[in-house]
């Protein structure tokens, strides 16, 4: 059975255990992590592939990956990544999605999160990539500039953020725009080399480069 993003974006048990993991993640201070983040994810995660020449299907499933990537944190922050798997096994498999089709989506949530992340295949590549470029000012709930950690100032630090594919495919591009009076690039590194690294595994799984664009300079 064919199941389309359109289902999963309305599916009332899932939209319940997006909510509730982006509540538990407010009490615990995190940035936002709602339907803004999950549709910005989904949405260019099938870019992605569709700009790569990949099948509509597997960009659909790299869109449903997307917005359903975050849900294990209705469990726990550690280790959502495989909470969010096993979660989305159970939805996927009584809502009838092909087995191949489910082992696909659940091995690219499985294998978003930094600390055990892999682009074990285009979907998770996709996913990493889409996830971990969603840098922007209005993630940050907390409104007291004094009070905010690092996470929060790169974040709010960025006036734009761009994601995109050079003239000829070449390399996707992450290119930001940020306010260095509110943070310094240098805390960018701090928070984001991880991530900028991981992307560049990502993109060199799909057979591009990975970019970093501050301020009009390349730094990756």
Do not use: W
Not at 21 to 27: E, G, P, R, Y
Not at 77 to 106: T, Y
Request: hydrophobic share 45%.
């Amino acid at each position: 059975m064919v199941v389309t993003f359109n289902e999963i974006k309305y599916n009332q048990t899932i939209k319940c255990y997006i909510d509730q993991a982006d509540q538990s993640l407010k009490t615990l201070g995190f940035t936002e992590h709602s339907y803004a983040h999950v549709m910005k994810t989904a949405v260019t995660a099938e870019m992605i592939l569709k700009t790569l020449g990949y099948s509509d299907r597997e960009a659909e499933l790299a869109k449903i990956a997307g917005y359903m990537h975050d849900i294990g944190n209705v469990v726990n922050r550690i280790d959502h990544a495989q909470s969010g798997a096993m979660l989305a096994f159970r939805l996927l498999d009584k809502l009838g999605m092909e087995p191949q089709e489910i082992a696909l989506v659940i091995s690219a949530i499985g294998n978003h999160d930094e600390s055990t992340a892999a682009a074990v295949n285009p979907i998770a590549a996709a996913l990493i990539l889409a996830d971990k470029t969603d840098v922007r000012r209005t993630r940050v709930r907390n409104q007291d500039l004094k009070t905010f950690d690092i996470h929060d100032r790169v974040n709010y630090a960025a006036e734009e953020s761009k994601i995109y594919f050079s003239e000829n495919n070449a390399s996707i591009v992450l290119d930001l725009k940020i306010d260095t009076t509110i943070c310094p690039v240098m805390d960018y590194f701090e928070i984001f080399l991880g991530r900028m690294l991981l992307c560049r595994k990502a993109a060199e799984y799909l057979g591009v480069k990975f970019e970093l664009v501050i301020n009009g300079q390349k730094l990756l």
